[in-house]
């Protein structure tokens, strides 16, 4: 609830319309309606419960995440990068603003792949990969990548899971667990539902899409338990770490965490 109050007109046309490709004359509206659910107890989004929550588990189960941060939070939230890197984890970029990149002219996407990197960089992060906004990409701009500094990116047309993405040692297979099913059941906080879908998705090879947006509002630290407590589960690795061999994906799981606008403290 803080965070929805906090939101400025800025991050709601930038984060909603980007989002969820609503007009502008829209998003006040769904802006509303969101202040709302979390008034009822439906959507109670927390960024910082969430991101503590992540580095909490992290060191439980030695888990390693690949944060993608845009540019806007990190430049709002000082701290939030040196934090997460203190913790072992990989940041890449998330964009500059959450804008779309579909509808972003070409210098308009250049300056925000070279603008964000920059960002993220000054705050002590090496920054290799990138994630679109709603990984919405179009082909055309997969060769800017290469030429802002970029290595790879988890990135596609949206389609349903598992998403196929090419990656410089082979595609990869990535499991968005926070869209369709995990959303649906963490609204309704069907909680053996979600951790039916997490176990499943926990299989070596596999890059799964975590979203803090529901964290914490089911008791999703005994599913995390659950799931990483069992000692076959297969390790975490940073994702940039993931796509470096086929060999690497054999063993373990990359657990990859996308941070929107928001407050962090």
């Known amino acids: 609830m803080r965070y929805l109050l906090k939101l400025n007109m800025s991050e709601i046309i930038d984060g909603f319309v980007g989002n969820y490709l609503i007009p502008k004359s829209r998003a006040q509206d769904h802006y509303f309606k969101r202040i709302a ?96 906004p709603h990984l919405l990409l179009n082909d055309s701009q997969y060769e800017l990548l290469q030429e802002a500094g970029y290595a790879y990116s988890s990135s596609k047309h949206w389609s349903h899971a598992p998403i196929a993405y ?36 926990v299989l070596p090879g596999r890059a799964l899409l975590l979203h803090p947006t529901f964290l914490g509002s089911p008791p999703y630290e005994a599913l995390w338990d659950k799931v990483f407590s069992n000692p076959d589960a297969p390790r975490s690795v940073p994702l940039n770490r993931f796509l470096k061999t086929p060999e690497i994906r054999e063993q373990a799981v990359a657990l990859t965490v996308d941070l929107g606008l928001g407050r962090w403290r």
């Open 37 to 132: 659910k979390s008034i009822a107890g439906k959507f109670g989004y927390s960024l910082p419960r969430s991101i503590d929550f992540l580095l909490r588990m992290g060191e439980r189960y030695s888990l390693k995440y690949t944060f993608f941060v845009v540019g806007k939070l990190a430049g709002d939230n000082p701290g939030l990068v040196a934090t997460l890197l203190r913790h072992g984890h990989e940041i890449a970029s998330h964009s500059l603003t959450h804008v779309l990149a579909v509808r972003l002219t070409r210098d308009e996407f250049l300056h925000q792949l070279r603008t964000s990197k920059s960002l993220l960089e000054a705050q002590g992060a090496e920054i290799t990969g990138y994630r679109a």
């Open 166 to 201: 090419p990656a410089p040692s082979g595609t990869v297979m990535e499991y968005p667990i926070h869209y369709q099913d995990w959303n649906y059941h963490a609204e309704k906080h069907d909680t053996p539902r979600i951790l039916e879908t997490f176990r499943t998705a």
